[in-house]
């Protein structure tokens, strides 16, 4: 859906066409050359990433867009981060956004005691949602006239050319992903 471009009042006495947009999982708020700063992004969860936060008037713009018929964003993927935490999910030091937005994996944030706890916590989360395979060699079946890798194993009607190793079937360690 197109841009929409709708009334906003910024302050009692200044009152600025504003263009309001579906932007991956977020609104891109436009509220023109005039307006400093021009572009804002407001999530789903009503919130600026600017620092009014929800006191922002591109949350008020994107109300209206929505009541004026405007295209809602779509639903963030598991794992997607849409505000930073106020402490570390990890060791609950305080934790802030560092004013960067990922495509697909929304607000980075960081910890004041390990600038890695957002990368570990993030890929706490996609492991959560992918977990790694349990097959150290997966089994190799003909499915549908082609020879493939069945990393969710054999299925029904399945031609197995070669049964696949568990990952607990091998001694010594196994991989740790947590």
């Not at 471009?5 to 891109?28: C, E, F, H, M, N």
């Not at 008020?60 to 598991?78: M, N």
Request: aromatic fraction near 8%; proline fraction near 11%.
């Amino acid at each position: 859906m197109p841009a929409v471009q709708i009334k906003t009042k910024l302050s009692p006495r200044l009152t600025d066409t504003t263009v309001v947009q579906v932007a991956g999982y977020t609104y891109k708020v436009d509220f023109g050359p005039g307006v400093q700063p021009r572009f804002h992004t407001v999530l789903k969860t009503g919130c600026c990433v600017c620092t009014l936060g929800a006191d922002c008037p591109a949350v008020e713009a994107v109300r209206d867009y929505r009541k004026a018929g405007g295209e809602q964003a779509p639903e963030p993927p598991a794992g997607y981060c849409a505000t930073a935490p106020q402490k570390c999910p990890l060791c609950g030091a305080k934790a802030y956004a560092t004013g960067l937005i990922h495509p697909q994996k929304g607000l980075e944030w960081a910890c004041s005691v390990n600038s890695w706890h957002y990368r570990q916590q993030h890929l706490k989360l996609v492991l959560q949602a992918h977990p790694p395979s349990p097959w150290r060699f997966p089994p190799v079946v003909v499915r549908e006239g082609r020879q493939v890798n069945a990393w969710q194993g054999a299925q029904p009607g399945d031609s197995v050319l070669y049964p696949g190793v568990l990952e607990e079937e091998v001694p010594g360690r196994a991989l740790n992903y947590g």
